[in-house]
């Protein structure tokens, strides 16, 4: 047994896990399929500390139909921070309430 087979135990999928990625880019991709567009990723302004600058979250805009359902299909995927103002905010798998600033579009972290 030779030892670079020891560095080896990490699959690409279990380390994108690890840093929320598959999780976010499984919702990023059920965004798109929805008809939705990405807005914002790592781009753009956003606050302090937010998760865009972590690769942790995306923005995607639609009709209000359109973020509603992604709303309600992402609320039970126990997502890090879930905004839309009209259905309500949720962070660290709490109810929050609308936050304001996102009339407009809908934010997810994970
Ligand atoms: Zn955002």
Known sequence: ???????????????????????????MA????MGLRITSTTGGRHAPRSYHYQGRAFDAAGSHAQMSALYRA??????????YDPMGGIKHGRQIG?????RDHIHVAY
Do not use: C, K, W, Y
């Not at 059920?30 to 399929?33: E, I, K, L, N, V």
């Not at 609308?98 to 996102?102: E, N, Y």
């Open 74 to 83: 992402l609320q039970g995927t126990n997502p890090t921070e879930l905004f």
């Open 30 to 33: 059920q965004a798109r399929s």
């Open 1 to 27: 047994m030779s030892n670079s087979t020891e560095f080896e135990t990490i699959s690409d999928e279990q380390l994108a896990t690890a840093v929320g990625g598959s999780q976010l880019s499984d919702a």
């Open 98 to 102: 609308a936050i304001g600033g996102h």
